[in-house]
């Protein structure tokens, strides 16, 4: 059982690439949130414990957004105004057999944190389409492959399906999700149902609850491209650091098909290494991307969202595509990011 009740959770919203110490009270236990593996959208959060031992995890959150400006006093107002706090309403807040599940709403966006890590696994905005990180990327993927279905491994609240279906509303989408909870909790907050209705053009989502690395799985030759965003305690699963994994993936794809992968931050490296690093560097210490290039010689591409975006590495199996060809079927801003690929022989 959760162990907060009436607890005030203090997030401030920072645009950095890598975590910051947080000072708080000594009353207070403090933490970070990231982005699927980014420190992108980092929100540090000061959390004050009581006695309860009841199910509820949090009940008030507020919010503020800090930007550095000048100082003359339009700027001084503008300042005063940013950093007043914004309420949150938590939506949700329970436990599954998986998860701890927390669902956030604000004047912008819902926002689902998972696990003990608090991990921002899906965000929903109410008045913009893109999400300036990793989720817009994978919605690049559908040109690029044979038309079929294609999975998304790791759905959480559906912000990969609500990109793609927006885009390709044709698309015949497969998102795969372990926890029967979240999903049901999708469906309330982040209109996860309305992706299960066929689009005017004929698309639609369907959800598969269940293991997608079980055994018992066997959808050999049935997919176009497998989108893969699998993170638990805010790392990437250990099964995609394995080999195995990526090849029992591939057999998933029918000819042509490709996998696009989420493989966070660069890991087995310190502080230190990644400062004086290069990029190319820092991307082959990323584990995931090692059991990639293994599993996939001379057959993956890369690249690193900048800061402002996550600084998340991506993975795309197959030989490179024609960039100046993907950027004319995608609109912006996705016709100049796909421009960043490259192949990893090259790196």
Known sequence: MALWMNTAVLFKHHNYGGPFPWAVSSSYSSGVVCVNGSWRNTFSFAMKSSTSSQA??????????KRPVKANSENHEQRQEEDEEEDYQVLTSIRSNYNDIMILDT???KILLLDSSYNVHSILYKHQKWTNSYWDEFASLPPIVPQGPIAILGLGGGTVA???LDLWPKLQLEGWEIDQILIDKAREHFALS????????GGMLTVHVGDAFSPSINVTGRYAGVVVDLFSNGEVLPQLQEVPTWLNLNNWLMPGGRIMVNCGGTSGASEVDLKTSSDNVSWMQNSTINALSTAFPEQISWKKLGKENGANYLALTGPIPDLESWSTMVPEPLSNSVREWKPYEES
């Open 56 to 65: 509820s995890l949090w009940s008030s959150v507020s919010f503020s957004d």
């Open 107 to 109: 004047a912008k966006a």
């Open 162 to 164: 609500h990109l793609m």
């Open 194 to 201: 309305d992706l299960e209705k066929h689009t005017n053009a």
